[in-house]
């Protein structure tokens, strides 16, 4: 069987009920920039070829979703420090019961914490150990 072929996430959408409170949000936790809008998409660039499509949904709830990124050991601190400067609660584990908290996963730093529409973020230094 031939070696499949390389496949890469471009981007994704992420619904809000405000798309620039929520991308602003987002961009501001992880030290990003907003990009400028696309149609009905206003554009978090990861800076990995992915960009996280905030479009908005006026008429009907937003489902909360998980997103995890994966951050340099060097720039976690900082992240961390916007939220408490936010006023938002991080935890350990991604049911959210051990707050103010990072976990130690795989040698890491980990944190979740919700954004404006309750989708479940989490950041983290390093990936998941996959069987």
């Known amino acids: 069987m031939p070696a499949a072929p390389h496949i890469e996430l471009n981007h994704t959408a992420v619904y809000a009920r405000d798309r620039r409170r929520s ?5 501001g936790i992880l030290g990003l920039e907003v990009g400028a809008p696309f149609g009905p998409f ?27 990124f994966l951050v340099p050991e060097e720039r976690f601190g ?14 350990a584990d991604p049911r959210h019961t051990e707050a103010g908290r990072v976990n130690g996963l ?12 309750g ?7 390093r990936p998941y150990v996959r069987p």
């Open 42 to 68: 206003l554009p978090v660039d990861l800076g990995n070829g992915v960009t996280l499509d905030y479009y908005e949904l006026r008429d009907e709830p937003v489902q909360s979703q998980h997103y995890a």
């Open 119 to 125: 989708h479940n973020m989490e950041i983290m230094t």
């Open 23 to 27: 991308a602003e949000f987002l961009a």
């Open 106 to 117: 795989f040698g890491g730093k980990g944190a979740y914490f919700e954004d404006p529409d």
């Open 78 to 91: 900082a992240m961390i420090a916007r939220l408490e400067e936010a006023g938002v609660t991080y935890y």
